[in-house]
Nanobody, 118 residues
Framework: QVQLVESGGGLVQAGGSLRLSCAAS????????MGWFRQAPGKDREFVAS????????NYAGSVKGRFTISRDSAKNTVFLQMKSLKPEDTAVYYC???????????WGQGTQVTVSS
């Protein structure tokens, strides 16, 4: 079993920045990829960004490209999401997810709230 613990959410004004972290822990697991997703009220969960563990190939949703940066600390099994130039439409619960194999995300965090005020 793998546990994912997110941190770093909060309230920020439009144009501001936040950095989310997600630490993975557990026994005998490997990481193929980690990603961030978000879900706004009344909307479906959507992909934000992902990073493959080796090599660190990144992928972004078009709505965040150029504003968000995903990175990882392989030694600490931790993924980060640096968010800049935040907009009110970025308001959502942000979830990190971990993929052990190539098929799909296997584990999810509990989510952290990001609120961007106008």
């Amino acid at each position: 079993q793998v546990q994912l613990v997110e941190s770093g959410g909060g309230l920020v004004q439009a144009g501001g920045s936040l950095r989310l972290s997600c630490a993975a822990s557990g026994r005998s697991f490997s990481i193929y990829k980690m990603g961030w997703f978000r879900q706004a009220p009344g909307k479906d969960r959507e992909f934000v960004a992902s990073i493959s563990w080796s090599p660190g190939i990144t992928n972004y949703a078009g709505s965040v490209k150029g504003r968000f940066t995903i990175s990882r600390d392989s030694a600490k099994n931790t993924v980060f999401l640096q968010m800049k130039s935040l907009k009110p439409e970025d308001t959502a619960v942000y979830y990190c997810a971990l993929q052990v194999g190539r098929a799909s995300y296997d584990y999810w965090g509990q989510g952290t709230q990001v609120t961007v005020s106008s």
